[in-house]
């Protein structure tokens, strides 16, 4: 029998798809322009505030005060967001269903704007599935920190040794693992069956 006895799911880029790059392509057309923007505008930094739970008019006012030219392509950031999550890897979703009906204990951590978790619920009814859900907008903290593991252990009762954590981020694992989780790091569904068989579960 595993010694594993609770699964922690990642959502983006493990579960559902997650590219900026899908509704900018159209936004701004050109390459290099784009590069730019995502390099120096609205910035992996600057979004992920979001993810520690700054409200989405106190972020682009912030980067419009920065970029005034840019007003209309920094609000299409959260207009837009609907299109960055164009689907469901639908192999990865089989695989949590699978666990799941097989009576593991499955919850998800994931850094994520509240407001935007809230849509991809909606639009994604296999987010409701798990026991629940720490979202890094909903408590203000972010992975890789180790308070955000550390309260979705608590608020879940998990035994962190006995706790496996799924994420497609080096640096998101290896902060699993300074928290006493085991982790894997997602690179596709086939990986992660092996991975989990490595560990005793069949999924």
Request: with cysteine; proline share 5%.
């Amino acid at each position: 029998m595993s010694e594993i006895r609770h699964i922690v799911f990642d959502i983006g880029k493990v579960l559902v798809h997650y590219d900026p790059e899908i509704p900018f392509s159209r936004i701004i057309p050109d390459e290099a322009e784009r590069r730019w923007f995502f390099q120096n505008v609205c910035t992996h930094e600057w979004n992920l505030e979001q993810d520690r739970g700054r409200g989405w008019p106190e972020a682009e006012a912030a980067l419009i005060a920065l970029h005034p030219d840019h007003e209309e392509n920094i609000r299409a950031f959260r207009r837009h967001w609907h299109e960055m999550v164009s689907h469901a890897y639908d192999d990865s979703v089989a695989v949590l269903e699978s666990l799941i009906d097989a009576g593991h204990d499955v919850t998800m951590l994931t850094n994520f704007a509240a407001d935007t978790f809230a849509e991809a619920r909606k639009r994604f009814p296999f987010l409701n599935r798990p026991r629940g859900v720490t979202v890094s907008g909903e408590v203000g903290l972010i992975k890789p920190d180790r308070a955000i593991y550390d309260l979705h252990a608590g608020t879940f009762g998990l035994e962190p040794s006995g706790t496996l954590f799924i994420d497609d981020s080096a640096p998101n694992v290896a902060g699993a693992e300074a928290a006493g989780w085991r982790a894997v790091q997602f690179v596709n569904a086939g990986k992660l069956r092996e991975d989990l068989r490595r560990f005793g579960i069949a999924a």
